[in-house]
């Protein structure tokens, strides 16, 4: 594998585009820096000798990402506040990234919105969060 490494550092940025597009079958996006490329065509390489990915690890990871990009991170101690059915919510992020709300902890805004409405209700939505 350092053989295959030690390789791929020492080509031309274009032998790298031409290795890119061989390997890939599309051409590098054009901005792309030649020590990712390294890195990339590098890790195409593992995968297709070792073996790939598992199907099932390929859509957790891919879940993973979409959750990472749609749930925004909130700083601890922010507050949620909402009036729901003429009582006063308060929902606080605690160090860990959980919801607190009446010392009961959740992982999501929309668990603890579920929790306070009684029914199932996203967490944006209830609180008036724009994401």
Do not use: C
């Amino acid at each position: 594998m350092d053989e295959i490494l030690s390789e791929l550092e020492a080509l031309s940025r274009e032998a790298l585009v031409l290795r890119w597009t061989e390997v890939i079958g599309t051409p590098p996006p054009k901005h792309l820096s030649r020590a990712l490329m390294v890195q990339i065509l590098f890790n195409e390489h593992q995968l297709r000798s070792i073996g790939g990915y598992t199907k099932r690890l390929d859509q957790r990871l891919r879940s993973a990402a979409r959750r990472d990009v749609l749930r925004p991170g909130f700083k601890p101690s922010t507050r949620f506040v909402r009036e729901h059915r003429g009582v006063t919510h308060s929902v606080e992020v605690d160090p860990e990234g959980l919801f607190n709300w009446n010392d009961q902890r959740f992982k999501t805004l929309t668990q603890a919105a579920r929790a306070i409405a009684g029914y199932h209700t996203s967490g944006f939505k209830f609180f008036g969060v724009n994401p």
